[in-house]
């Protein structure tokens, strides 16, 4: 069976940090790509940062919105991925949700509130 759970969201001030984390199980975590995406209110979801899998180098890329601020790192032992977010903005506040995907595969977590207050 395959789970992804976030967790870690909470209520943060302005200009704090929070650590994402998503614990999966039930797949190659290796072998896949992750992401983080959000959805605010009335809003798409957007992808925030993504790292390839290990046989692809482990690259991450990020949404120009969060670039310098927000960090994606995979821990293969704990078959976990993280989201370290630094500096956050009112405009951070969103659902967060750990993807996993790779070709016609599609595998998404439940998600995690961020709030930020300003």
């Known amino acids: 069976q395959v789970r992804l759970v976030e967790s870690g969201g909470g209520l943060v001030q302005a200009g704090g940090s929070l650590r994402l984390s998503c614990a999966t199980s039930?797949?190659?975590?290796?072998?896949?790509?992750m992401g983080w995406h959000r959805q605010a209110p009335g809003q798409q979801r957007e992808l925030v940062a993504s790292?390839?899998?290990?046989?692809?180098?482990?690259?991450?890329n990020y949404a120009d919105s969060v670039k310098g601020r927000f960090t994606i790192s995979r821990d293969l032992a704990k078959n976990t991925v993280y989201l370290q977010m630094n500096t956050l903005k009112p405009e951070d506040t969103a659902v967060y949700y750990c993807?996993?995907?790779?070709?016609?595969?599609?595998?998404w977590g439940q998600g995690t509130q961020v709030t930020v207050s300003s």
């Open positions: 039930g797949f190659a975590f290796s072998l896949y790509p």
């Open positions: 993807r996993a995907s790779r070709g016609s595969v599609d595998y």
């Open positions: 790292i390839t899998s290990v046989t692809s180098g482990g690259i991450a």
